[in-house]
């Protein structure tokens, strides 16, 4: 396929411009052909010369100021490729990027509390599909529930239905093993490449499995996988303790983020935010920038609007 080296805003323009430029020359090149036969013989060797320079010259610089002016008003542009640092990209932008996730919830007995209406558990189901919504569509994202153990896994997908649809089956267990279940989501991550994160939900109790917690941070650091962790439940109440959650965040390079609501209004605009936090974070784990398209406008506005000029001279000093 031929790629031009510029693009038009509007294409129509400057293919008319170029056709009118076209046109105007082969009218020029046949009216000069008439005259021709009709001096040929009047006039002297060199002056036909000189005119014929003359003619030339003139026809150039209106086929010239035709297409300039087209491709003026067509808006040109040069397609080139820029570096952005991460964190200043665009929402477009940044959905075209793609990171690796694995979502983590906890379905432990502590989680049916209902200081979120209905219960945590619900909210959490909510909270999960919309970060799953949320994600760019060449994003992969893996889910693994769990209590004691873990119950169901899914590895990394661009399939969203099979992963919302696992999430609304969701049912309460006994137990919670957090540090287990973080270390099960790192070995999965392993395969996979460019960023990659770990998303838990939860309301912090870890009380089976592995318990050292931080042993499992410093693993994820060294993986450059940062754990952001979205915490459920009001501490106090029952078994919830957002203070672990938090620090394996702290450690990790990723961010901790509090569950306050269960409106549905605020829930979609705060997991929009967290979503994006957590990829561009992501991102930041592998690259500090991103090379994304754009389009130069100065540089073909500054050549043709030159072209213009240029032939406008020439035409006026040639005396047409």
Known sequence: ??????????????TFGVFLAGLFTFLFYLSYKRIRIAERKLELVKWQRTRKIINVTNISMKAGIIIALSFLLAVPYFPTTIKVPVQQISSEQLAKSSVTVMLLMDVSYSMNISDLTPSRLEVAKQVARLFVNNAGPSDLIGFISFAGKIYDTILPTANRTEI????????????????????????????FHGGKTIVLLSDGKNNYGTMNLTEVAQTATSLKIP?????LGTYGIGTSDPLPLQEISNMTGGKFHEIRSEEITVLVT????????????????VLDEIPIEARDYHTPLLIFAVLLVFCL??????GV
């Open 1 to 14: 396929m031929l790629e031009f080296p510029i693009g038009f805003e509007s294409p129509l323009l400057s």
């Open 164 to 191: 919302t649809d696992l999430i609304d089956r969701q049912t309460i267990h006994n137990s919670t093993a957090i540090g287990t279940t973080v270390e099960t989501a790192l070995g999965l991550l392993q395969q």
């Open 227 to 231: 754990v952001f962790t979205l915490f």
């Open 270 to 285: 705060e997991i929009a935010q967290f979503s994006q936090e957590v990829k561009v974070e992501t991102l930041r784990t």
């Open 313 to 318: 001279f020439l035409t006026w000093f040639t």
